[in-house]
């Protein structure tokens, strides 16, 4: 064994999880790079993406009162499943019919 190959090993092994961790944060900041505010909100520039979600959030809220209302709210499955299907159904429906320019 040459007497660097152990150091080389060593260095490699440190080297690669290093390696994994840039290429994540470069693959992660080009991704953030879509997000072109479009929407003027009071001067202020908003991506349609953050205005839809806050409109899931909102229409999601509604609903789970009126099922409250109704009566339905306790026949409902898990609320944590429930829920986070529910504010990505109103997020997409909010996203189709509000922002497909």
Sequence with gaps: MAPFEHTLKAFAATLEPMLIQRLSLILLLSLLTACDP???LQGSFWPPWIIAMLGGIFLTVVI???LNH???LAFMGPPGLIYT???SLMT???WLLAFDW
């Design 70 to 72: 109704v009566g339905l």
């Design 38 to 40: 479009l929407v003027s």
């Design 92 to 94: 997409f429906i909010t």
């Design 64 to 66: 789970s009162k009126a």
């Design 85 to 87: 299907a529910l504010w």
